[in-house]
């Protein structure tokens, strides 16, 4: 896929057009987000990104575009974990709820960025190693095993990261926050906010999580535009998501296990795609093995499939659950009321 260069620079612009709307809708007036404003965007984000796979198939073909619906589609729910510890992060740096979009928004660009050098990275690594690949899909397999025994990251204790940390060390830091200000001026003297670290802690935890979704989306598409495109609007419409979501996250139980039959999908993808441009000597002689390579629609069925049946199966679960434990309650008040009539009596 031969991407000119004024199409990376129109839509990195049509991305910071994006953002900039954000800021100056959301953001212009500090205030505490509500589930239909966090719905309606999440809708618009999601409507961009079909619009922009659109385009894909319009313009480089169906192949190319469902590469990018299913990184897009996987980045998405690989990003569900980021909500947990963002939730955490939040929490442990009592952010006042009315700055909690800019600081998802801020926190959001920085994970970009990063994300963005990671990406290239990878593709160089591909192009100039077709083994890594056997790499990447071992390491999507144990990632699959390790998330199905331990679950999503929803651990109530928050640990700051070592850039977090230096940042705290380094920097001198005021004790509480000043609106929505990162930096201020204190007795002639400029400190950085309370404000400015939970940013700064919020991009960087980002970056712990590409390390299993970038070789995820390298599964399903080698074209460095697509794998950051999907990031891109996977990101963005994250901060939305996590506003839109709140507690119902938990509700979701058989999500770690949908993401992690994901993952596995795509590491066993990797492995026989590795197998099918093998150049590693000590295999079949350093030639190529006679494997079948799944399909990007394939890929598109298992991904979606997946997820679907997860979410209802928690849904139905979470559900019962509630019941059950109506009934519960239930039964105790009328043993209650029982045992005092019998009293009374």
């Not at 928004?105 to 960025?113: D, K, N, Q, R, S």
């Not at 593709?123 to 100039?128: K, P, S, T, Y």
């Not at 199905?148 to 380094?170: I, P």
């Not at 079949?284 to 298992?302: D, F, H, K, M, T």
Request: glycine fraction near 8%.
């Amino acid at each position: 896929m031969l991407v000119p260069l004024w199409v990376w620079l129109a839509t990195l612009g049509g991305l910071l057009v994006l953002l900039a709307i954000d800021l100056v809708i959301v953001d212009r007036k500090p205030h505490e987000v509500t589930v239909g404003e966090a719905g309606r965007w999440v809708a618009f984000y999601v409507a961009c990104a079909v619009a922009f796979g659109v385009g894909v198939w319009l313009f480089a073909g169906g192949t190319y575009a469902g590469e990018f619906f299913a990184g897009y589609i996987t980045e998405y729910s690989l990003s569900v974990d980021n909500l947990f510890i963002f939730m955490v992060i939040m929490s442990a740096f009592a952010v006042p709820k009315i700055h909690q979009h800019k600081v998802l928004l801020v926190g959001i660009v920085l994970a970009l960025v990063m994300r963005g050098i990671f990406i290239a990275v990878g593709a160089v690594a591909i192009n100039e190693f077709s083994w890594i690949f056997y790499l990447f899909g071992v390491f999507l397999v144990y990632t699959a095993v390790k998330l199905s025994k331990e679950g999503l990251g929803d651990s109530e204790e928050y640990e700051e990261n070592a850039m977090t940390k230096l940042a705290r060390r380094v920097l001198p830091v005021t004790d509480r926050y000043h609106g929505g200000s990162s930096v201020v001026r204190l007795d002639g003297k400029r400190f950085v906010t309370p404000m400015f670290l939970v940013m700064v802690a919020i991009g960087t935890a980002d970056l712990l999580f590409a390390v299993d979704s970038i070789p995820a989306i390298f599964g399903l598409t080698q074209e460095p535009f697509l794998v950051f495109t999907a990031n891109a609007f996977a990101l963005m419409g994250l901060r939305q998501l996590y506003f839109l979501l709140g507690g119902l996250l938990r509700k979701l139980v058989y999500l770690p296990i949908g993401l992690a039959v994901i993952l596995a999908f795509i590491g066993v993808k990797l492995v026989l795609h590795a197998m099918h441009e093998n150049t590693l000597s000590f295999i079949n002689g350093g030639q190529p093995l006679p494997v079948p390579e799944v399909s990007i629609a394939v890929s598109l069925v298992v991904i979606v499939g997946v997820l679907a049946i997860t979410t209802a199966a928690s849904l139905w679960k979470t559900r019962r659950d509630g019941l059950k434990e109506t009934e519960r309650v239930r039964a105790a008040e009328t043993a209650e009321r029982a045992a005092a009539e019998s009293q009374q009596g």
